[in-house]
């Protein structure tokens, strides 16, 4: 009869569990309660050294990942099915398009930085996670073409080259020796040098954050943090989004994840969390260490003249750098109000607005947040009255041939659109919402920061009849 019962409870017990573990494991994340941040901060796991482990020699990535697999057996399914290997999401609906529901990422978006991916495979996939994009169409099913060591390997030993292959003279042997828990130089390779160098696109991240003072980001500087501190990360699924691929706000992270939202000592600062992001106060200007590119002009590429990193390259046109940026506010609900697709109609009236953040002062869920927008002139076809793709990168590129007919019509039609042959220039935008390079508290925005006569918010723009302070807050100008 004890036994019986016994058994009984043990059994209770063990459905229990069966029910409690997936509970604890996929349940949302929800803002930070306890008064202590570091209880939000995962713990690293422990590193095993591979030197005595990996033996090679290599004489391919692929030889290396099926080295890696003979004990990480589920390594390349896991990342097979994220973003960084299919640059593209799942089917989700696309702000700003009637009934469009389609997978969007960097394998079918056009941006204003160097445009387009696809027809670019030569250049463009050194940062992917994978080999072999020589190959086209691109065999996604390939396990072995993932390559573990963009994200593992000490970065001193490994980089990518062409069609993110292994770069000429990397002893893989020594870089699969060398891997590790991810650093920030890993992450760096490919975020802190996107759209062609240091700190081109998002103003934010750059290589100053791979040896920071604490006056740079307090984080990373103070604190010792790597990215994958706040960019968790579960089964080589890495949390957050990006505006400039992401329309909705699946996947997000938060200053939340670690902080309690009211954790001012004074109230009248804590009476501006439901309105002002957190960014907008804590990271007043980007670019402090390194300037960021802020406009640039594809239609005076191709030009024999002096040329110059920061102003002029003959491959790419003018472009404007800039150091100590003030950020742009605007009002941003975590989504996009349009995302512009290919073959989407540009605007003759104005700049045509790539991926505007979702948002207005009547959104309750909309906050203040910093932006840097990124102003360029790109090629569209003027009959079809499109964005096009070029062909800049490999046989036949622009940056081979500087023609712009042979290499738009290359692009256009490895992109799926039809070329007229009549080509222009026009003005489009894109936006990047500032989240890193958060400073020390002492060098937040104060008050006349804002409400000041010289303040760097735009009241009348962000929806209020003046400064909210004289005429009331969001509810009373709606």
């Given at each position: 009869?004890?036994q019986?019962?016994?058994?009984w409870?043990?059994?209770?017990?063990?459905?229990?569990?069966v029910?409690?573990?997936?509970?604890?494991?996929?349940?949302?994340?929800?803002?930070?309660?306890?008064?202590?941040?570091w209880?939000?901060?995962?713990?690293?796991?422990?590193?095993?050294?591979?030197?005595?482990?990996?033996?090679?020699?290599?004489?391919t990535?692929?030889?290396?990942?099926?080295?890696c697999?003979?004990c990480?057996?589920?390594?390349?399914?896991?990342?097979?099915?994220?973003?960084?290997?299919?640059?593209?999401?799942?089917?989700?609906?696309?702000?700003?398009?009637?009934?469009?529901?389609?997978g969007?990422?960097?394998?079918?978006?056009?941006?204003?930085?160097?445009?387009?991916?696809?027809?670019n495979?030569?250049?463009?996939?050194?940062?992917?996670?994978?080999?072999?994009?020589?190959?086209t169409?691109?065999?996604?099913?390939?396990?072995?073409?993932?390559?573990?060591?963009?994200?593992?390997?000490?970065?001193?030993?490994?980089?990518?080259g062409?069609?993110?292959?292994?770069?000429?003279?990397?002893?893989?042997?020594a870089?699969?020796?060398?891997?590790?828990?991810?650093?920030c130089?890993n992450?760096?390779?490919?975020?802190?040098d996107?759209?062609?160098?240091?700190?081109?696109k998002?103003?934010?991240?750059?290589?100053?954050?791979?040896?920071?003072?604490?006056?740079?980001?307090?984080?990373?500087?103070?604190?010792?943090?790597?990215?994958?501190?706040?960019?968790?990360?579960?089964?080589?699924?890495?949390s957050?989004?990006?505006?400039?691929v992401?329309?909705?706000?699946?996947?997000?992270?938060?200053?939340?994840?670690?902080?309690?939202?009211?954790?001012?000592?004074?109230?009248?600062?804590?009476?501006?969390?439901?309105?002002?992001?957190?960014?907008?106060?804590?990271?007043?200007?980007?670019?402090?260490k390194?300037?960021?590119?802020?406009?640039?002009?594809?239609?005076?590429?191709?030009?024999?003249?002096?040329?110059?990193?920061?102003?002029?390259?003959?491959?790419?046109?003018?472009?404007?750098?800039?150091?100590?940026?003030?950020?742009?506010?605007?009002?941003?609900?975590?989504?996009?109000?349009?995302?512009?697709l290919?073959?989407?109609?540009v605007?003759?009236e104005?700049?045509?607005?790539?991926?505007?953040?979702?948002?207005?002062?009547?959104?309750?869920d909309?906050?203040?947040?910093?932006?840097?927008?990124?102003?360029?002139?790109?090629?569209?076809?003027?009959?079809?009255?499109?964005?096009?793709?070029?062909?800049?990168?490999?046989?036949?590129?622009?940056?081979?041939?500087?023609?712009?007919?042979?290499?738009?019509?290359?692009?256009?039609?490895?992109?799926?659109?039809?070329?007229s042959?009549?080509?222009?220039?026009?003005?489009?935008?894109?936006?990047?919402?500032?989240t890193?390079?958060?400073?020390?508290?002492?060098?937040?925005?104060?008050?006349?920061?804002c409400?000041?006569?010289?303040?760097v918010?735009?009241?009348?723009?962000?929806?209020?009849?003046?400064?909210?302070?004289?005429?009331?807050?969001?509810?009373?100008a709606?």
């Open positions: 009869m004890n019986s019962r016994y058994i409870v043990l059994g209770v017990i063990a459905v229990a569990l029910i409690a573990v997936p509970m604890v494991i996929f349940w949302p994340r929800v803002a930070q309660t306890s008064d202590n941040p209880t939000g901060v995962p713990k690293h796991p422990a590193h095993t050294d591979h030197k005595d482990i990996i033996k090679g020699p290599f004489t990535g692929q030889e290396v990942t099926q080295a697999l003979e990480h057996e589920e390594a390349d399914d896991q990342i097979m099915h994220t973003v960084h290997w299919t640059w593209q999401s799942e089917p989700v609906v696309i702000p700003g398009h009637d009934n469009v529901v389609e969007i990422g960097k394998m079918n978006l056009i941006n204003n930085f160097c445009i387009a991916a696809t027809s495979e030569r250049t463009c996939m050194t940062c992917h996670a994978g080999y072999g994009w020589e190959e169409p691109y065999d996604f099913e390939n396990n072995l073409n993932v390559d573990c060591l963009a994200c593992h390997a000490d970065t001193a030993l490994y980089a990518k062409e069609y993110g292959n292994p770069a000429e003279g990397v002893d893989l042997t870089a699969a020796q060398s891997v590790r828990n991810p650093g130089d992450c760096g390779k490919c975020h802190f996107g759209g062609g160098g240091n700190n081109v998002h103003g934010d991240l750059d290589e100053s954050l791979l040896f920071p003072s604490d006056s740079l980001d307090v984080h990373m500087g103070g604190h010792g943090f790597v990215c994958t501190d706040c960019h968790r990360t579960e089964d080589h699924a890495i957050g989004r990006m505006l400039s992401s329309v909705d706000n699946e996947n997000q992270i938060a200053c939340t994840d670690c902080h309690q939202p009211d954790l001012h000592e004074d109230e009248r600062i804590n009476a501006h969390v439901a309105t002002v992001a957190c960014q907008s106060c804590h990271i007043p200007a980007i670019a402090t390194n300037p960021t590119k802020v406009t640039w002009d594809w239609s005076t590429a191709g030009q024999d003249r002096p040329e110059d990193h920061y102003t002029y390259l003959k491959i790419k046109g003018d472009f404007l750098y800039e150091k100590d940026v003030q950020p742009e506010y605007l009002w941003y609900d975590g989504a996009v109000a349009y995302r512009y290919m073959g989407d109609p605007n003759l104005g700049p045509t607005l790539l991926n505007p953040p979702g948002g207005d002062i009547k959104n309750p909309a906050r203040i947040w910093p932006f840097k927008i990124h102003r360029a002139k790109q090629p569209y076809d003027t009959v079809y009255n499109y964005l096009l793709p070029p062909t800049t990168s490999g046989a036949g590129g622009f940056w081979t041939t500087f023609d712009w007919p042979s290499a738009l019509k290359m692009g256009a039609e490895a992109n799926g659109l039809e070329f042959g009549e080509y222009g220039f026009t003005e489009t935008w894109m936006y990047w919402p500032t890193h390079m958060v400073q020390p508290k002492e060098n937040a925005l104060q008050c006349e920061s409400h000041g006569d010289n303040g918010m735009d009241w009348q723009a962000l929806g209020y009849p003046g400064d909210p302070i004289k005429w009331g807050g969001r509810n009373a709606k």
